[in-house]
């Protein structure tokens, strides 16, 4: 389960519960129903937000009121060929979850992003191969974990590693808008053997300019039937 994805060296983090043992977060908001009390947002009873028939089916981390605040829905757009699938506007709530998730190592959020896209992906994506946008080398051991990789656990879609592979040493924020269209030179493609037949979905938290989507997107579409782009979030001025 999610909560074993914790990076086990950070004994305690600050967050919204003030200093709170890594290991207790992890048990409060497992995706089981039993354990699964509290919003990870607002931290108030999750079951007293909803009625008698939403749940009997409500498997969210979050509570009704909270997830309705963060105005998730499916979206699409493009990116010259590319079809990119996401399910918020990148603000308000939903960045701060995201800069929680990534930059504050509250890994317990991980399933609330694509909560959204469990049922489309059983009608629409059930064959299709999930990918993750790599990061770089500094990303994951500033980290301590891979959060695209954690991303795709949450999903109900088949998922590989290390097709992608970063080997550039800027991070992305550090990078101007030149060097983001330049992100090709930075990643390098392998086992593209697990590609062949499969309809290939690429994995990614944030879209911003899209460059980084467009060059993985262009390195994996001579090895597979189709590629297409889920994110969690698109930036408005995409």
């Not at 308000?92 to 998730?101: G, L, N, P, V």
Request: aromatic share 12%; hydrophobic share 35%; charged share 25%.
């Amino acid at each position: 389960r999610e909560s074993r994805s914790w990076n086990a060296s950070k004994e305690r983090r600050g967050c919204l519960l003030g200093e709170i043992s890594v290991s207790g977060i992890g048990r409060l908001f497992r995706r089981d129903k039993k354990s699964q009390s509290y919003c990870a947002f607002c931290f108030e009873s999750i079951i007293d937000s909803l009625g008698f028939i939403e749940a009997l089916v409500w498997n969210d981390i979050l509570c009704y009121k909270c997830r309705q605040s963060l105005d998730s829905g499916y979206r699409k757009s493009n990116k010259e060929w590319l079809t990119v699938h996401y399910f918020y506007e990148y603000r308000d709530e939903i960045k701060d979850a995201i800069s929680r998730f990534k930059d504050l190592g509250d890994t317990y959020l991980a399933p609330l992003f694509f909560y959204p896209f469990n049922l489309r992906s059983f009608f629409f994506f059930h064959d299709y191969l999930i990918v993750c946008v790599p990061s770089t080398k500094k990303s994951l051991e500033r980290r301590g974990f891979n959060h695209t990789e954690l991303l795709a656990k949450t999903i109900s879609i088949e998922s590989v590693s290390n097709v992608l592979n970063h080997h550039g040493d800027l991070l992305q924020k550090e990078k101007s808008k030149r060097e983001r269209m330049q992100i090709s030179d930075d990643i390098i493609l392998g086992n593209i053997e697990l590609l062949q037949g499969r309809k290939v979905l690429l994995l990614d938290d944030v879209c911003t300019t899209g460059s980084t989507l467009l060059a993985c997107a262009n390195l994996l579409k001579g090895h597979c039937l189709s590629v297409e782009a889920l994110c969690i979030a698109l930036v408005s001025d995409f």
